[in-house]
């Protein structure tokens, strides 16, 4: 429909990016490579400039209209128009994107191949590597025909994630994170040429640059994020946050950042955690991940502080917060463990402290102090006392303070096993 309507109106369609790659992928080996399109990418090429603007919303508004159930998003200055489906007895969850082809610099006459070539290749020019620089036309004349200008298909087979020009990662350092994606997402190698060019981006000071240009460009550390919390969400964090290490991208993060054998033993542990125990899910996985991250960072001065850097990204006010307040924390509840025997005094100690930033501590603390956190996590913090507030109403006693603290002895006699397990015990002690 769509490849209908710009024929219509005289442009030129392609499908590009990630779908074309996955696509062959698909290709090169089916058995096992499923491809699932959620996500497609269209350019739209109306020759010259004053055509062009809207296109993609035009394009996009047409598919609206004849495919009901989808939002239409339009951003940057109507050069692109996003239509979402959710859930769709059709589509199920199927994000489009139309954008219009960029000609900026070719603001030729219409009509004129040349210039509809060089419009879709600067396109794809732009883009991070060449296997995700490849589109296929979905128009006539030449409706399938594959551009491949960059040698983007030889990278497919034989496994490269390679940039289009040597400036690519200071253009843009968030490609540095996108490079370790793709190549561990599919088992590729970052060509070779293309990682000096990212070890020489991080040895140029990159993210330094950018990070002082912040917040001018609250983009650039906004798209850092997403890369970032695409990257640890995946099943294949550790290898990523491993590759990452290998090229010294950890520094873009911090410059002390180094996946030492601490950090990746604190990291294991809370992914561990986290799935394991159930009334852990609310947290955001990835998110307690990069909090592990940073908190590993020594606490610095000024805009290289674990906080500073959780803002620079974006993060929620709670983990800046909490990673501001982490040292404190560490200390008062070290503190108070190493002198805590029983589990009432653990749970004195612990009560009402965040989940969060408690396993954040606790990652921190030796094997003996570790434990007692975990037994208040996952046993102590949910033990109910053997007598609630009605049975001592029950028993003829009324509240007021002493009520309070008799409630407090009994719940202390419970965890710490002084009636047995026994209401009647209980009851005795209380009697
Ligand atoms: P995925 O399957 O992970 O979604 P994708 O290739 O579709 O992979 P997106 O992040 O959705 O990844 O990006 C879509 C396309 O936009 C990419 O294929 C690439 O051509 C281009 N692109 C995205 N980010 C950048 C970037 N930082 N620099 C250059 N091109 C980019």
Redesign the pocket.
């Known amino acids: 429909t769509a490849a209908q309507a710009a024929q219509e109106r005289g442009w030129q369609l392609y499908l ?4 074309v ?2 696509v062959l992928r698909g290709m090169q080996s089916p058995q096992e490579t499923e491809v699932v399109l959620t ?1 497609i ?1 269209l350019v739209v090429d109306g020759f010259h400039q004053s055509a062009t603007v809207g296109a993609g919303v035009e394009l996009a508004t047409v598919l609206q209209e004849r495919f009901a159930g989808a939002r239409l998003d339009v951003h940057g200055a109507f050069q692109t128009a996003a239509l979402l489906w959710h859930n769709d007895p059709v589509f199920d969850s199927l994000w489009l ?1 139309i954008a219009t082809a960029r000609t900026e610099f070719y603001p030729y006459p219409a009509a004129n191949p040349e210039v509809e070539a060089s419009s879709i290749r600067q396109d ?1 020019y ?4 060449t296997i ?2 490849l589109a296929i036309r979905l128009t006539t004349p030449r409706q399938g025909k594959l551009l491949d200008f960059f040698g983007g298909v030889l990278d497919l087979q034989r496994g490269w994630v390679r940039v289009l020009h040597a400036n ?1 990662f200071i253009e ?1 350092p ?2 540095i994170f ?1 490079a370790v ?2 190549a561990v ?1 599919f088992g590729f190698e970052i060509e070779p040429e293309t990682e000096r060019f990212i070890r020489h981006a991080i040895a140029s000071g990159v993210y330094e640059r950018s990070r002082s240009l912040n917040p001018r460009t609250p983009a650039l550390q906004a ?1 850092l994020k997403s890369e970032l919390k ?1 990257l640890l969400q995946a099943s294949y964090w550790p290898r990523a946050l491993r590759e990452l290490d290998r090229l010294g991208a950890l520094q873009c993060l911090h410059p002390q950042l180094r996946l030492t054998r601490e950090l990746w033993r604190r990291l294991q542990l809370m992914d561990r955690g986290l799935r394991r125990f159930e009334n852990w899910h609310h947290l955001s996985h990835w998110r307690m991940l990069l909090e592990v991250l940073l908190s590993q960072v020594e606490m610095g001065d000024g805009e290289f502080s674990r906080a500073a850097v959780a803002q620079q990204l974006q993060l929620p006010e709670e983990t800046v917060q909490r990673l501001a307040t982490l040292g404190e924390r560490c200390e008062r509840l070290q503190g108070g463990l190493k002198l805590a025997r029983r589990p009432s005094e653990v749970v004195q100690v612990l009560e009402g402290e965040e989940l969060a930033g408690l396993l954040l501590v606790a990652l921190g603390m030796g094997r003996s102090l570790r434990r007692k956190v975990w037994q208040y996590l996952t046993e102590w913090a949910h033990v109910k006392p053997l007598l609630n507030g009605e049975d001592l109403k029950q028993l003829g006693y009324k509240p007021g303070p002493q009520f309070k603290e008799m409630l407090a002895d009994i719940q202390a006699g419970t965890l710490d096993g002084d009636f047995g397990g026994s209401r009647e015990a209980a009851i005795a002690f209380v009697c």
Do not use: E, I, K
Not at 16 to 19: I, K, N, P, S
Not at 126 to 129: K, L, P, W
């Open positions: 590009v990016g990630g779908a790659r996955d996500d990418d994107d794809l732009r883009r991070d590597f995700n620089a690519s843009d968030t490609r996108r994606r793709f997402r798209r695409y």
